[in-house]
Structure formats: structure tokens, C-alpha cells
């Protein structure tokens, strides 16, 4: 198993529950809520989160590999709960960049931990107002 696996797992069993709950609030940082592929149960995952065009992005610091994205990518979508706000998104598009169109010291620092991977989720326009009234 490689390091990154390793530490995914360690993260998973003890720093989501740690920070899970208070890192969605920080300012740049969200939380993946998303279905078990297999239980159906739901889950949070807290995440680096930028927005760009109608989409949000996540870094993928442990890689395609992690449960919480084959579970995102199987259900095609979750939603994300950044700034107190939950978002729906669809249409999981995982692909490699290293050069990313974020902030330049965040780039830096991906760039020094060698995360290259990221995940593009598109946001659902949710009606507001009389028109949702009626459906």
C-alpha cells in the first residue's frame, strides 16, 4: 500500500472526525456529503474547495482512489457544503493538472505535496422563488 493510501486511510479513521466538523466553516474549505456506494449511508468528507465557472473543484490529495470519489462518481454527484450553504453538483469529471487556475500560494503548496489530481463537480441552478413554489 503507498503512503498516500496509508495516510488516506489514517485520515479517514481519525483526522475526518477530528476536523469534519469545524473545517467546512473555515473559509475555503467545504465538506463532501455523499451515499455509500454499498451501504447507502451517508457521509461527510471535508474537502479544499475552489469555484470556477459554474463548477466547483477539489483537490484530490489521496487520489481517484478514495472511497468518498467512487462514491460521488458512481451516484454522478453530492453535494457540498461550503459557507453554511449545502450544493448540489453533478457530473464528476476527474482529471489531472499541474498547473491549476487557483490562487498562486495555493498552487505552490499542491504543487510541493505533489497533488496534481482534482475532481470538477457542475452546480445545480436551484429555482428560488414563485416558480419552485408550484412544482
Known sequence: MSVKRRLA????????????????AMPGFGAVYHKGRKSGREYRTPVKVFKKNG???LSLPYGPESDWVKNVIAAGGCEIKTRGKRIPVVAPQVYIDDNPDIPAFLRWALQRLH???????KIVEVETGAAAERV
Do not use: A, C, Q
Open 115 to 121: 497533488i496534481d489530481e482534482f475532481i470538477s463537480l
Open 55 to 57: 463548477h466547483i473543484i
Open 9 to 24: 486511510r489514517l485520515n479517514k479513521y481519525f483526522g475526518n472526525r477530528i476536523v469534519g466538523r469545524i473545517l467546512p
